[in-house]
């Protein structure tokens, strides 16, 4: 088996996309005519976005839906940057809500932001 994305459900799916572009420099690859779904660039492993009524159309099952208002769902994305502090600057700047400024902890560069639909990002300086 081989893990080859990961999907977020969100209210809206093309100011998603343009936040991560915004915030983090990751270009769309492809959207949906309807705009209901989408995939960022990131190489061989995709990160895509759709919308809830997508989501509710492929399974009848709830599901917690991630709001920056609630607390976080328990897991991140994580991205590498050579400029940790330059990278969290311009997520903030695009709206990520900031959660833990650029710190150094058991040999590594990091800081949290939080998505403006809610996820956790973790940004590690390579």
Known sequence: ???????????????????YYQAFGLSTS?????????ELDTGSVKIAFANHPYAQAHFKQGYIRAHPKQPALGF???????????SYDKAVLAGAEPLCPPCFRETQHYAYVRAIEGTLICLVQS
Do not use: A, P
Request: glycine content about 8%.
């Open 76 to 86: 991140e994305l994580r991205f590498s940057c050579t400029n940790l502090c330059e």
């Open 30 to 38: 492809s959207i949906s005519d309807n705009g209901e779904y989408g």
């Open 1 to 19: 088996m081989k893990f080859v994305g990961q999907v977020i459900y969100v209210d809206n799916v093309e100011e998603t996309l343009d936040f």
